[in-house]
T-cell receptor
């Protein structure tokens, strides 16, 4: 079955460490996205990529980095520069052009310990 | 950019209808979506409507769109306990790869 896989489901990070969240899709979608979700704040866009080897900053890119070396993969690194990284992170993809909604992964919950 | 607003909470009795409201600011929004998020999970696309439509019905779900007022609503008939979740409204424009999301409406179904 096609879909998006995020791993791990839970991640714990010590202060000062970088961590990488995985997002893999087998839907052959061109566009991929990373969102951060905090309670009561909805979804905030971190980075997005429309094609391989290209990506753009979203609304809250500071302290995060991404790469898009393969169509299927869009990993997100949370760096030590991100001062408040504890959140629920959602990856999504979109295919078929405008009019098609996002397909979301099941999310990764990152906690700083 | 597009602003999408929703009320934050809705409590409904089991068996009643739920109505979740959403407003958006960009009159050129072409596609409007409703997503459902259950606790600890990702978002699931429930339904969508194109801006040239006024209404769309899909089983228990009815979407109403008032383009003049830029108002979108989702009605859930015969609300069940499994409908308890956060519901997100989202909007996008033609040729725009990004969706703008509302803050989400938490729906609680009580017995």
């Amino acid at each position: 079955d096609g879909g998006i896989t995020q791993s791990p489901k839970y991640l714990f990070r010590k202060e000062g460490q970088n961590v990488t969240l995985s997002c893999e899709q087998n839907l052959n979608h061109d566009a991929m996205y990373w969102y951060r979700q905090d309670p009561g704040q909805g979804l905030r866009l971190i980075y997005y990529s429309q094609i391989v080897n290209d990506f753009q900053k979203g609304d809250i890119a500071e302290g995060y980095s991404v790469s898009r070396e393969k169509k299927e993969s869009f990993p997100l690194t949370v760096t030590s520069a991100q001062k408040n990284p504890t959140a629920f992170y959602l990856c999504a993809s979109r295919g078929g052009g405008a009019g098609y909604g996002y397909t979301f992964g099941s999310g990764t919950r990152l906690t700083v310990v | 950019g597009e602003d999408v607003e929703q009320s934050l909470f809705l409590s409904v009795r089991e068996g009643d209808s739920s109505v979740i409201n959403c407003t958006y600011t960009d009159s050129s929004s072409t596609y409007l979506y409703w997503y459902k998020q259950e606790p600890g999970a990702g978002l699931q696309l429930l339904t969508y409507i194109f801006s040239n439509m006024d209404m769309k019905q899909d089983q228990r779900l009815t979407v109403l769109l008032n383009k003049k007022d830029k108002h979108l609503s989702l009605r859930i008939a015969d609300t069940q306990t499994g409908d308890s979740a956060i519901y997100f409204c989202a909007a996008s424009r033609t040729n725009d790869y990004k969706l703008s999301f509302g803050a989400g409406t938490t729906v609680t179904v009580r017995a």
